[in-house]
């Protein structure tokens, strides 16, 4: 933040002009300007631009003086102030503040709020009798409500918003035009009289207003399904206690075990069923309102089909006025609230789309008339005793920016493979998209070059530079250097791992040379293999890969990560234990496993790997957790679930190849056969592996320190969603006296990866 200090007397009569820029459109700035401005006697005026707010403060010294001290100190709630700088200019006695109208304005960066929670004030005026939006299901003010999603333009006014078809009536006018309104200049702004409306189709019947309402509660506690269209896009509730229901929203759904979100009606209500901190408290009943993930408590009355394979729930408290609504109904401890669509699919945002898309799901339809601009899902986060790990960055994050010390100009990168997102930069400030999926087929591709088309319409950032990942099948890939060809821009591939680290590094303001432990499923290595347990000695424009995990082959490939079983009769095979009496080597098909074996042998299909992940999958699978993968990271995430506090571990070996260490997990194997032999508890086993496989990571990384004279440690990759693996390795290392950086603005999972794209390619620009 900038100022530069006007000095007069304290009674001499200046003006100067105040540029402000951050989130200071549609969250209320220029009212609380104005009354600011009465406070301390100031004229003048305040007017939106592209990037910010422009104040013109005219009045005694000491009073403009203390006019923009506050100006930070007691900004409206939800606005947030990157810069401020002052000017002088010749007074020109103005006889009072006045708000004028937005101008388009070259220069400075656009900042758009994301969407915000309802506040407690409209909250209290939605279920207050008297009130004459009492249970209107769009009631806002500045303080709250849409925002990103609505957003089709800038500045931040209502013809730029999906509002725009909704003329205020009288009273809303009124409130709108009041400075001392909570509403003034609420672009959102409407009541029952003038704004949009709720619908409830049922089959051929439709119920509209209050109806609608009471008639979808009625339809959840029957154990129905109800699609319902929310700020950024659609969700598929249900009660979350019918454990019957549940299972038949995942078979209409195409999503067989994957933990499904929850929502209830407030923290006390969670308290019943899941295991609530301070901090998860705080972001429960926080303007964001992400998913939580909270460990389950016994007994609790969700149905066992709403996580069956996990410890934690995804838990979230309403955002909408209209969740408020559906909530307000004792019969219901908690809806589950899943997003609108098929498996692999784009979150469905329209009303006709989604009554095609999902018309197989749901059984109801809670419509409404306000159209979303753009899809955003919720955020995902998980409360660490090392802070916040964020797990999915979208609703109530997007499109705020990560600030980085370093100008990294104009870039677009457009991310990874699995839970894409894309990055746009401009200057210091990096723009990370709404999470997007797997980019695995046509509709999310498209889906995904619409978002980029859109954030770049309305950041009004034209990039200089594209950066993507180096495999050359991702469609990530394919699509970035097909529009740098066609715009003729610099293509920069930059190495998976390599981005992980970049993005900790630059989330953290490192400079130079660090180490980076970078741990995960699957990323192109540069000699052709999958990579994906690495430590690297990088900065932001190259790296040196000092140590991995031992290359196992993946028979079948893709196929390999669907099936961890592959992966644990090539880790048991390569220590001469498969034909131990165990239960794994028992079931294991030997038809099957001496095909792929041949395969294997071959070289057929059968890539090396150093990948974290598949060692979690065989892990899985020989402990009798996991044998096919329904979704991605499901074994992995099993093991963590299993683990039970235990002392002890297992072997493992690091040997140097050249100037390469090698960490091999071998002797783990050996450890787990006899324990399980031993008829030792699952838990246990669990247990120590993690010890081992976290004490192998911190020994690699001590002895590469010791070479390199590098103390500065980064943790990245999806392993480190892990809360054991992330928090002992954390530990382990600062006790060995390096200086451990992890993730809390962005996803250390693949959803973090396009920011490490841009900071590397804009290092590498020619």
């Known amino acids: 933040m900038v100022r530069e200090t006007i000095i007069h007397s304290d009674l001499s009569v200046v003006r100067v002009e105040v540029t402000v820029e951050g989130i200071v459109q549609g969250v209320g700035f220029r009212p609380f300007i104005h009354r600011l401005a009465r406070r301390y006697h100031i004229t003048g005026r305040v007017h939106n631009f592209s990037g910010g707010v422009v104040i013109q403060a005219e009045g005694r010294s000491a009073d403009v003086e203390a006019f923009v001290r506050a100006l930070p100190d007691e900004k409206p709630p939800i606005a947030r102030i990157e810069n401020i700088s002052v000017g002088e200019l010749d007074a020109v006695g103005d006889s009072e503040f006045v708000i004028t109208a937005s101008r388009e304005a070259a220069g400075g960066t656009i900042l758009l709020s994301p969407d915000v929670a309802t506040c407690l004030d409209c909250t209290r005026e939605l279920f207050d009798p008297h009130d004459h939006r009492y249970r209107y299901p769009f009631i806002n003010c500045t303080n709250c409500g849409p925002r990103f999603t609505i957003i089709s333009s800038v500045p931040y006014d209502r013809p730029n918003t999906t509002m725009q078809p909704f003329t205020m009536c009288p009273q809303c006018q009124a409130e709108y035009e009041d400075i001392n309104d909570r509403r003034y200049h609420a672009q959102p702004n409407a009541c029952p009289a003038c704004g949009p409306q709720v619908e409830l189709a049922v089959g ?44 038949t929203l995942r078979r209409r759904k195409g999503r067989e075990e994957k933990a499904l979100a929850i929502m209830s009606a407030s923290v006390v209500d969670i308290d019943t069923y899941a295991e609530l901190t301070e901090a998860a408290r705080d972001l429960l009943d926080g303007s964001i309102r992400p998913i939580v993930l909270l460990k389950k408590k016994d007994g609790a009355l969700i149905a066992e089909a709403v996580a069956p394979d996990s410890k934690y729930y995804g838990v979230m408290t309403p955002y909408t006025p209209l969740h408020h609504l559906l909530l307000d109904d004792d019969r219901l401890l908690a809806l589950v609230m899943t997003s609108g669509n098929l498996s692999e699919e784009p979150l469905a945002t329209d009303n006709e789309e989604a009554q095609s898309r999902l ?76 999470h997007i999926g797997d980019l695995d087929n046509a509709e999310t591709l498209d889906y995904f070059q619409w978002c980029v088309d859109h954030l770049q319409d309305v950041l009004r950032i034209e990039p200089e530079l594209i950066a993507h990942d180096l495999h050359p099948d991702y469609l990530s890939t394919r699509y970035a250097l097909r529009l740098a060809e066609e715009r003729g821009l610099q293509a920069v591939g930059v190495q998976h791992h390599h981005a992980h680290i970049a993005s900790c590094m630059v989330e953290n303001s490192l400079e130079g040379e660090a180490l980076g432990i970078a741990c995960d499923g699957t990323g192109f290595g540069e000699d052709g293999c999958v990579w994906g347990c690495e430590i690297l000695a990088a900065s932001y424009d190259d790296y040196r890969r000092l140590a991995h995990l031992e290359y196992v082959p993946l028979p079948g490939g893709e196929q390999a990560i669907r099936e961890p079983w592959r992966m644990a009769a090539v880790y048991l095979a390569r220590q001469g234990l498969l034909d131990e009496d165990i239960d794994f080597c028992r079931r294991l098909n030997q038809k099957q496993w001496r095909l792929l074996s041949q395969m294997i042998e071959k070289g057929i299909n059968s890539p090396l790997a150093s990948s974290a992940g598949r060692l979690f ?109 992330l928090s002992d390795l954390h530990q382990q290392l600062g006790e060995a006296g390096l200086e451990v950086f992890i993730h809390q603005q962005v996803p250390p999972n693949d959803g973090g990866l396009s920011l490490g794209q841009a900071v590397v390619a804009s290092e590498r620009r020619i």
């Open 204 to 247: 051929n019947k439709h119920y509209g207003g209050e109806a609608a309402i009471r008639q979808t509660i009625e339809l959840l506690v029957q154990g129905k399904i109800v699609a319902v269209k929310g700020l950024g896009g659609f969700h598929l509730a249900c009660d979350a206690a019918n454990d019957q229901t549940v299972r």
């Open 617 to 725: 999958d065989a892990v899985a699978a020989i402990l009798g957790l996991r044998y096919i993968n329904t979704y991605e990271g499901q074994a992995a995430m099993m093991v963590e679930a299993a683990a039970a506090v235990a002392q002890g571990s297992y072997d493992y070996a690091i040997s140097e190849e050249g100037d390469l260490m090698v960490m091999d997990p071998g002797p783990i194997f050996a450890g787990i056969v006899a324990d399980l032999q031993a008829d030792i508890d699952v838990g246990c086993i669990a247990a120590r592996f993690h010890n081992t496989f976290v004490a192998m990571l911190a020994d690699a990384a001590v002895r590469a320190a010791g070479v390199t004279g590098r103390k500065q440690v980064v943790l990245s990759g999806g392993t480190f969603q892990n809360e054991l693996v």
């Open 359 to 434: 018309g197989h799901i749901a059984d109801a339809f809670l419509l409404h008339n306000r159209a979303i601009q753009v899809g955003c899902d919720d955020s995902v986060v998980r409360p660490t005793s090392l802070g916040l790990t964020i797990m999915r960055r979208a609703r109530g994050y997007v499109p705020f920016p990560v600030s980085t010390q370093k100008d990294l100009g104009k870039v677009l990168a457009v991310g990874a493979h699995l839970k894409n997102t894309f990055c746009l930069t401009d200057g210091r400030n990096a723009f990370l998209s709404q």
